[in-house]
T-cell receptor, first 117, second 114 residues
Framework: EAGVTQFPSHSVIEKGQTVTLRCDPI?????LYWYRRVMGKEIKFLLH????????ESGMPNNRFLAERTGGTYSTLKVQPAELEDSGVYFC????????FGTGELFFGEGSRLTVL | AQSVTQLGSHVSVSEGALVLLRCNYS??????LFWYVQYPNQGLQLLLK??????LVKGINGFEAEFKKSETSFHLTKPSAHMSDAAEYFC????????????FGGGTRLMVKP
């Protein structure tokens, strides 16, 4: 069974440009999460989808970030325009609703490293 | 609100020595606690979890952690380090009624010397 896959693994862009990160969750997982780790800091929650609906987007830093989950399958996270402080590793995770609610058994992807110059 | 503190961003041990990675949490409600590990070029992998059952939790690869409510701690241990244990370890907490929103500590990078 394929795990959570993220693309690209590394992206280098200039300030002001746009980047779109993609996450493909484990098939059948209704819950999809985005987290971010800025260098030297903690991994921080960004948002949570249940199927195609945003359940919690309290961690999104500002309106330059837009997350979508088309048809409840893969998700994209767009940063537009990118700023220097957006550099970091963006992790995607998924879980199945019944087996992991309240237990935190999230399955993480390898992360997408974003470098904004 | 909940938070997690991992003491020591870097820990170095010799192969065969005891591994002790410290984690303290704060939570207004009884928490669920986790340790995740990230090996180089891989995603975060669940090592073990505490969900209000036994306070001593055993995980994969010989790791275990003990939940101590009085000390608000959930330290990770392994009796004998192996070179393959070199990785970054993250302690995380979920408060009840917080869905699956994990709050992570800053991470501890474990280095194992031959």
């Amino acid at each position: 069974e394929a795990g959570v896959t993220q693309f690209p693994s590394h992206s280098v862009i200039e300030k002001g440009q746009t980047v779109t990160l993609r996450c493909d969750p484990i098939s059948g997982h209704d819950n999809l999460y985005w987290y971010r780790r800025v260098m030297g800091k903690e991994i921080k929650f960004l948002l949570h989808f249940v199927k195609e609906s945003k359940q919690d987007e309290s961690g999104m830093p500002n309106n330059r970030f837009l997350a979508e989950r088309t048809g409840g399958t893969y998700s994209t996270l767009k940063v537009q325009p990118a700023e220097l402080e957006d550099s970091g590793v963006y992790f995607c995770a998924s879980s199945s609703w019944t087996s992991s609610f309240g237990t935190g058994e999230l399955f993480f992807g390898e992360g997408s490293r974003l470098t904004v110059l | 609100a909940q938070s997690v503190t991992q003491l020591g961003s870097h820990v170095s041990v010799s192969e065969g020595a005891l591994v002790l990675l410290r984690c303290n949490y704060s939570s207004s409600v009884p928490p669920y606690l986790f340790w995740y590990v990230q090996y180089p070029n891989q995603g975060l992998q669940l090592l073990l979890k505490y969900t209000s059952a036994a306070t001593l939790v055993k995980g994969i690869n010989g790791f275990e952690a003990e939940f101590k409510k009085s000390e608000t701690s959930f330290h990770l241990t392994k009796p004998s380090a192996h070179m393959s244990d070199a990785a970054e370890y993250f302690c995380a907490v979920i408060g009840v009624n917080a869905g699956n929103m994990l709050t992570f500590g800053g991470g501890t990078r474990l280095m194992v010397k031959p």
